[in-house]
C-alpha cells in the first residue's frame, strides 16, 4: 500500500503544472517566509544517497500529510454549501485549501519525481 501511495501522481505533464500555477506557487514558496516552514525537506550541498532517500521518506510524509488534509476539510465545505448556503465563506475555505494543503502537495509530487530522476543516476 506505501509503494502505490509514494509513487502516486496526479499531474504527470508539467504544461499542466505550469498552467495552473504550481511554478508561481513554487516561486512563491521558495522566495517569500514560507521557505522557513519546513527545513526537514532541503537537499544539502553534499548528495549521498542514503540522505536522498531519507528526504525522499520526509517528501512522502509532507505530501500525504498536506493531501490528508485537504481531503479532511473538502466536507465541510460542502456542508457548508450544501446545508448552510454560505458560499462566501465555503469558498475562501476551499480557496485557502487549495493553497495551503493542495498545491503543497501537488509541489511535493513534482519535486518527488525529481528527485526520484536523482536517486536513480545514483543507482546506475
Known amino acids: ?21 504550481l511554478e508561481a506557487f513554487k516561486w512563491i514558496v521558495m522566495k517569500t517566509f514560507f521557505r522557513h516552514f519546513n527545513q526537514k525537506i532541503k537537499i544539502d550541498s553534499r548528495l549521498v544517497y542514503a540522505d536522498l532517500v531519507q528526504l525522499r521518506k520526509d517528501m512522502i510524509f509532507s505530501e500525504m500529510s498536506h493531501l490528508f488534509a485537504f481531503i479532511l476539510v473538502l466536507p465541510f465545505v460542502l456542508l457548508l454549501i450544501l446545508h448552510y448556503n454560505n458560499y462566501l465563506f465555503a469558498g475562501t475555505l476551499l480557496a485557502a485549501n487549495l493553497a495551503f494543503n493542495l498545491y503543497p502537495s501537488l509541489l511535493q509530487q513534482k519535486n518527488k519525481r525529481r528527485l526520484d530522476r536523482v536517486i536513480a543516476s545514483y543507482s546506475r
Open 1 to 21: 500500500m506505501y509503494t502505490v501511495i509514494s509513487n502516486q501522481v496526479f499531474i504527470k505533464n508539467d504544461r499542466i503544472n505550469r498552467w495552473i500555477g
